[in-house]
Nanobody, 114 residues
Framework: QVQLVESGGGLGQAGGSLRLSCAAS????????MGWVRQAPGKQRELVAT???????HYADSVKGRFTISRDDANNTVYLQMNSLKPEDTAVYYC????????WGQGTQVTVSS
């Protein structure tokens, strides 16, 4: 099973930007459906963005136009570029491959101050 490690979280300011990275190992992700999921305190997990092996993307309405998911299969990495950050983007962000029953990273905390 693929192993996923997220990085790039931290403290951001409202209106600012952060970029999350998800480095995969053990298997190549070139044929994998990849996604980012977030969970805020006291809330259910929310699917933020997904990208197919062919590069088709889908976004939650809450991040559409602000976040961009991309993949670099040569480097076995998926990214989430987050612009125009809002305090409500504060959450732990998880990288996922192949859906709920696939592989998950350990998560990276994103905190957005107003």
């Amino acid at each position: 099973q693929v192993q996923l490690v997220e990085s790039g979280g931290g403290l951001g300011q409202a209106g600012g930007s952060l970029r999350l990275s998800c480095a995969a190992s053990r298997r190549a992700i070139i044929d994998y459906f990849m996604g980012w999921v977030r969970q805020a305190p006291g809330k259910q997990r929310e699917l933020v963005a997904t990208i197919t092996s062919g590069g088709s993307t889908h976004y939650a309405d809450s991040v559409k136009g602000r976040f961009t998911i991309s993949r670099d299969d040569a480097n076995n990495t998926v990214y989430l570029q987050m612009n125009s950050l809002k305090p409500e983007d504060t959450a732990v962000y998880y990288c996922n491959s192949e859906g709920y029953f696939g592989s998950w990273g350990q998560g990276t905390q994103v905190t957005v101050s107003s």
